[in-house]
């Protein structure tokens, strides 16, 4: 596997390849909504890339290496040696079928070689929890499976995925690794301290919060944020995600945070499910913590892949939105972090996101997370 770095801006266009671009078989790329929904970009690749599966996604900030920007539009040109792919995507006509969008994704992916899926998909107009939910039924526990929900900043108006097309809304994209020779470790980790009264879940549906403690969402949330901050939602309340676990499973927690606000019902959507009876607690950031808790996920990563300290590797970073907005100037510290871990010799490439897929860094189970770090790292070995 050979992994070359290529950059867009306005001023130079894309960095060259030279001859080498004839063997690239998947091209990654993450970009601002307003660079990538016009199309031009996409049809510049295909261009450099013809015979290459090109997959990627609109973003709240691109991560390369120790930097995140939005002014560039950041890209990985992989070659693989011995590793079958497959890109499929999936049209989202209601977000109520999220499951059985899924499902339908995993469908197209399941083989009895699949190693790996990694999944991009439209960031406002999907149940994450239930997309991802479904993914898993089919190919099962065993696959790894990671990913993240395209991101618009802080703006929320529309995300774009692109799989061998034009990025645009309301697209799912799944991309299948075949074979004995791919490793693919993840880890993630969140950093949030919790605090204020438990209450629990006492009316919801699906991914859209109604009641606290019988008391509505959204009511709760504005006496948190003040009217001021009120304003704002719902990128205001994303400083403040909720943590909900079932008591009677300690590995049950997630984090969830708003995509958007319903001011007449007085409720409030997340990005993945709020179960009905489960217990939900409010959350705040600490810098410190959430960059350390950016170099646990790269440490997960890292230490779960089978392979030799030799393979080159390539890593993608999916953070949340949130903790951007959260940490500002000092978002650098959770890259930094988790290049830190991962070492100089890995590629880090990825996005901020409005959910990061990943396994359960306790249970297992591959969840939709909210205000987490979530690291995917490739080799191929020989």
């Known amino acids: 596997m050979r992994i070359r770095k290529i950059v867009w801006n306005t001023q130079t266009g894309w960095s060259a390849l030279g001859d080498s671009a004839g063997?690239?078989?998947?091209?990654?790329?993450?970009?601002?909504?307003?660079?990538?929904?016009?199309?031009?970009?996409?049809?510049?690749?295909?261009?450099?890339?013809?015979?290459?599966?090109?997959?990627?996604?609109s973003t709240g900030g691109q991560i390369h290496n120790n930097d995140v920007n939005d002014d560039e539009i950041i890209a990985a040109a992989v070659s693989f040696g011995a590793t079958r792919l497959q890109l499929c995507r999936q049209d989202i006509d209601d977000p109520k079928k999220?499951?059985?969008?899924?499902?339908?994704l995993g469908r197209a992916l399941q083989a009895d070689d699949l190693a790996g899926v990694f999944v991009l998909s439209d960031g406002l107009n999907v149940n994450g929890s239930e997309l991802v939910a479904g993914v898993s039924k089919v190919i099962g526990a065993n696959v790894p499976l990671t990913g993240g929900l395209a991101g618009d900043g802080a703006s929320f108006k529309e995300t774009l995925v692109g799989a061998d097309c034009a990025p645009r809304a309301r697209t799912i994209a799944g991309l299948g690794l075949y074979g004995s020779a791919i490793r693919?470790?993840?880890?993630?980790?969140?950093g949030w301290d919790l605090f204020g009264p438990r209450r629990q879940v006492t009316r919801s549906a699906g991914n859209v919060l109604f009641e606290l403690d019988g008391e509505p969402a959204l009511d709760l949330y504005e006496r948190y944020l003040g009217p001021d901050e009120s304003k704002g939602l719902p990128s205001s309340a994303l400083l403040f995600p909720i943590q909900v676990y079932d008591l009677q499973k300690p590995d049950s927690a997630v984090v969830r945070t708003v995509l958007a606000i319903d001011r007449e019902a007085r409720s409030m959507t997340f990005a993945g499910d709020i179960p009905q009876g489960w217990t939900a607690?409010?959350?705040?950031?600490?810098?410190d913590r959430l960059a350390a808790g950016a170099a646990d996920a790269a440490r997960q990563a890292r230490s779960g892949l089978d392979g030799n300290d030799n393979d080159q590797r390539f890593s993608i970073l999916v953070s949340c939105?949130?903790?951007?907005?959260?940490?500002?100037?000092r978002t650098v510290e959770e890259v930094e972090a988790a290049g830190a871990e991962l070492g100089p010799e890995t590629l880090r490439l990825g996005f901020y996101s409005y959910g990061e897929i990943s396994p359960h860094a306790r249970s297992g189970q591959c969840e939709l997370h909210n205000q987490t770090m979530t690291v995917t790292t490739l080799a191929e070995v020989a």
């Open 281 to 287: 607690q409010l959350m705040r950031g600490n810098m």
């Open 184 to 190: 693919v470790g993840h880890g993630s980790a969140g």
């Open 23 to 57: 063997d690239v078989s998947l091209v990654l790329y993450f970009g601002t909504r307003e660079a990538l929904d016009c199309g031009a970009r996409y049809e510049e690749l295909r261009g450099l890339f013809p015979g290459a599966h090109i997959m990627g996604c």
């Open 98 to 104: 999220s499951r059985d969008y899924g499902e339908a």
């Open 321 to 329: 939105i949130g903790r951007r907005l959260l940490m500002g100037q």
